[in-house]
């Protein structure tokens, strides 16, 4: 015997009216954190210059973790 096959009926797909969300503030940190870490030390890998500046995250102002409570 054969299965019955379901309704397959494809529903629209709704779309968001809100369109994308901005970057969040680490990637806008990252961004200007990466430039000024590749311009400190302009031969470094980039994935080394990622980590230095993704840990520099840890510490900064921008962070939302470290704004005064």
Sequence with gaps: MA???KDSV???KKKSSTGK???S???L???TELA???EAEPSIAHKDAFKKAAANWATAPE???N???
């Design 3 to 5: 299965k019955a096959a």
């Design 10 to 12: 494809a529903s629209p």
């Design 21 to 23: 969300r901005g970057p």
């Design 25 to 27: 503030p680490y990637n």
């Design 29 to 31: 940190f990252m961004k």
């Design 36 to 38: 000024k870490v590749k």
């Design 63 to 65: 962070n939302p973790k």
């Design 67 to 69: 704004s005064a409570k």
